[in-house]
């Protein structure tokens, strides 16, 4: 398959420390990509809760027309102190998900060389996880409302939606990524003792994919025991495939025993390409240290090799990844959430001279 080598990028840097961790992931991508014939047009989209504050919307009203348009989306982040997070995350994040049909979102947890975890006596050979993560319904599709509002009698109803054909793609794609993994390990994330409907339907069907991989070792958990085993036994995992509310909880975990949230990156993937994908750190705008100049700029430089892979040069991604694993393993350069005193354009000056 040869790869086109000009790619159109929408850059939406978003609130908070998103705009300070966003150019350090595009200086490496200018870097690894130097000399190498590919060409990358940059398009600022200035979408998020500045936005909203000014316009009273949080993007463009032909946004998702004008975002489809484009080869791939960098992410900073979104979120603002000033704007209820509901109006944050469903006018902008979770729409943009769901149209584009992003039903895989892609989590890396590892432990990264250098870098020491808040589990005792674990080494970067116990922490090494992915978590393949339902995008795009499950417990977020919006489903549900509220109603006696404000009355002693309120209600509020929130509906999980799980399909077998949402479910299928989720799970299959989770075994292929299984059987390119030295371990070919994969671990289901389930709730059918309790959710007896949802997770009973997510169950059957896993069960039938997993025939279509018999070089998979195939285990299914309960979320809370897969929790509990991400602290105790992290090397017992490789592949985790769960539900969205699931993997949101999961993937934090896995963060934070990795050493910060500030390093974990995020893809969400539109695997045929009918929509642009979209990469991202997943810490969030952190308003508490925005403007600071110290936020961990590891996880959105993470995040845009995880955009070069998928636009079909695993080279670069691995050049940048290689970059930060030296910075990080030469333990001079870190950022305050790893115990150091760096700014974040320490970290990204680093990773450039490196890559």
Not at 209 to 225: C, L, M, Q, T, W
Not at 305 to 320: E, S, W, Y
Request: hydrophobic fraction near 40%.
């Amino acid at each position: 398959m040869t790869h086109k080598q000009t790619y159109n990028i929408a850059v939406l840097a978003g609130d908070g420390i998103g705009k300070e961790v966003v150019p350090a992931g595009l200086a490496a991508i200018e870097a690894a990509t130097k000399g190498t014939g590919i060409s990358i047009t940059l398009t600022d989209l200035p979408w998020g809760c500045d936005y909203y504050l000014s316009h009273g919307r949080m993007m463009d009203e032909d946004g998702f027309e004008r975002a489809a348009a484009f080869d791939a989306i960098y992410l900073g982040a979104i979120g603002s102190p000033k704007v209820p997070d509901h109006i944050a995350v469903w006018d902008l994040l979770l729409p943009l998900r769901q149209r584009f049909q992003q039903y895989v979102n892609l989590r890396p947890m590892r432990l990264l060389p250098g870098l020491t975890s808040p589990l005792a006596h674990r080494t970067s050979a116990d922490i090494d996880m992915v978590c393949v993560r339902e995008n795009s319904e499950g417990e977020y599709s919006g489903l549900g409302g509220r109603i006696h509002v404000g009355t002693p009698y309120e209600v509020a109803e929130q509906t999980g939606l799980f399909t077998r054909h949402g479910i299928e793609r989720i799970v299959r794609y989770a075994f292929e990524l299984a059987t390119k993994r030295p371990r070919r390990m994969l671990a289901s994330a389930t709730k059918s003792n309790a959710l007896r409907h949802a997770m009973v339907l997510w169950d059957e069907v896993a069960d039938g994919v997993a025939k279509d991989y018999p070089s998979v070792e195939y285990r299914k958990y309960h979320v809370d025991a897969i929790a509990a085993r991400m602290v105790t036994n992290p090397a017992s995992l490789d592949v985790i495939v769960c539900s969205n509310l699931f993997g949101d909880v999961l993937t934090d975990i896995g963060s934070a025993i990795s050493g910060s949230l500030g390093i974990a990156p995020g893809a969400n993937i539109n695997p045929e390409r009918t929509f642009p994908s979209m990469f991202e750190p997943i810490h969030g705008s952190a308003p508490d240290i925005a403007g600071k100049g110290i936020a961990n700029p590891i996880g959105a430089i993470w995040a845009a090799a995880q955009m070069m892979d998928h636009l079909g040069h695993r080279d670069i991604h691995d050049r940048i990844l290689a970059a930060v694993e030296r910075v990080v393993a030469g333990g001079q350069i870190r950022t305050p959430d790893l115990g150091g005193t760096s700014k974040t354009a320490d970290v990204a000056a680093a990773v450039v001279s490196e890559i």
